[in-house]
Every structure is written in structure tokens, then in C-alpha cells.
């Protein structure tokens, strides 16, 4: 069974950091490219960014470009997303996805 | 961006009547290898999002066959023949051709 856990949000204060991780399992991970997407509460589905099955090209939305970097451990099966200088804007629940498959999500709540 | 334009925003229907959601596109999504990514997906309430077809009219495994797309270049339709209970939520296109990708704005399908 395929399984994407999304994990390490939470709430966080404007202009900190966090970093959220997804731990894949049931499919070779290394295989396939992944993507970040999020989605602020009752609002509509935003892709965030992209990494390619091997980590070496990644594509950014340019409103997180130069502050969120996606990145990979194949070894691992996990992907990751470090998210720095963040803004109440970047409130969402963010999910993981394989494009086939999607995590559950977890909730980033960036509030002072 | 390519900017994806899904009608209508709701539908309100009953049991197994038969609906159509359409998606434009601002700009073709045939890629260079001739191939149209352009998904659907299916969040159910409080769930995390399901893809339901891909590229226009493929069908994800374990998807009922009442499940259709078709479309090309800049125009695409989801037709849901039956409705059944379990199919309502909140439907997006998704284009995967042109960076950065891009949602629909979402279908929400209720009962009657």
C-alpha cells in the first residue's frame, strides 16, 4: 500500500522557520518526482514546488522563490520542505504528492 | 501562469443524475512529447485530494468506469455518469504541462 506521511508543521511565529517532512513507502521513491501543494483554509488547491526523481532540478511558485527549498533523501524515502522567513500568507495545510498519490497533510499555521 | 478556468463553481445534484464540469485553459497543454497532462482530482470532504484521471482520459486504478474525460488543447470536460453519494466533494483540474503548474479554481458537487 502507498503511503505518503506528511509530518513537522505546526504553529509558528512570521519571519521563523520550519521544515515539514513526508515519508514515502509502498513505491520506489527515487523513481519519481515530487511536489509539494497547499491549501489555505477553504480555499482552492496551490502547487508549491517541485523536485525531480533524482533532486537535480527544482521549480519553485514565485511567491515562496528564494524562501522555500525542497529538497530529497532517496535513501530515505522522504522529501522535504524548509520554509524560512514565513508569512501569515503561507498558512495552509501542505500536502505531499507523487502527482498519483497525496498525503493526508499538515497543517502550518504561521500567527504571532 | 497558465490560468485554469473551471465551470461552474458548484452543482447541485441528486443521485444517480449525470454531470459535466469543464476546464479551459489560458494556453495549450500539449507538451513537447505530444502527450496532455492535464489530471483531475477529486477531494472528498476533510480528505486530502484523490486523482481520479490523467492525461485528459486515463482512468486511476480502482476508479468506477461512471468516471469519464475528454478534451484537447485548451478545453476539457469530466463527465460523472450516476452520481452515487460517494462522489461529492470538491473536483479540480489540474495542468502538469507548463511550470509553474496551476488548479482549477474547483467544482464543488452536492446533493440535492
Known amino acids: 500500500e502507498v503511503q505518503l506521511v506528511e509530518s513537522g508543521g505546526g504553529l509558528v511565529q512570521p519571519g521563523r522557520s520550519m521544515k515539514l517532512s513526508c515519508a514515502a513507502s509502498?513505491?520506489?521513491?527515487?523513481?519519481?518526482?515530487m511536489a509539494w501543494v497547499r491549501q489555505a483554509p477553504t480555499k482552492g488547491l496551490e502547487w508549491v514546488a517541485t523536485?525531480?526523481?533524482?533532486?537535480?532540478?527544482?521549480y519553485y511558485r514565485d511567491s515562496v522563490k528564494g524562501r522555500f527549498t525542497i529538497s530529497r533523501d532517496n535513501a530515505k524515502s522522504t522529501l522535504y520542505l524548509q520554509m524560512n522567513s514565513l508569512r501569515s500568507e503561507d498558512t495552509a495545510t501542505y500536502y505531499c504528492?507523487?502527482?498519483?498519490?497525496w498525503g493526508q497533510g499538515v497543517m502550518v499555521t504561521v500567527s504571532s | 501562469d497558465v490560468v485554469m478556468t473551471q465551470t461552474p463553481p458548484s452543482l447541485s445534484v441528486a443521485i444517480g443524475q449525470s454531470v459535466s464540469i469543464s476546464c479551459k485553459s489560458s494556453?495549450?497543454?500539449?507538451?513537447?512529447?505530444?502527450?496532455?497532462?492535464l489530471n483531475w482530482l477529486l477531494q472528498s470532504p476533510g480528505r486530502s485530494p484523490k486523482r481520479l484521471i490523467y492525461?485528459?482520459?486515463k482512468l486511476d486504478s480502482g476508479v468506477p468506469d461512471r468516471f469519464s474525460g475528454s478534451g484537447s488543447e485548451k478545453d476539457f470536460t469530466l463527465k460523472i455518469s450516476r452520481v452515487e453519494a460517494e462522489d461529492l466533494g470538491v473536483y479540480y483540474c489540474?495542468?502538469?504541462?507548463?511550470?509553474?503548474?496551476?488548479f482549477g479554481g474547483g467544482t464543488k458537487l452536492e446533493l440535492k
Open positions: 504528492t507523487s502527482n498519483r498519490y
Open positions: 492525461q485528459v482520459s
Open positions: 489540474l495542468q502538469g504541462t507548463h511550470l509553474p503548474r496551476t
Open positions: 494556453q495549450s497543454l500539449v507538451a513537447s512529447d505530444k502527450n496532455t497532462y
Open positions: 509502498g513505491f520506489t521513491f527515487s523513481n519519481y518526482g
Open positions: 523536485i525531480s526523481y533524482d533532486g537535480s532540478s527544482t
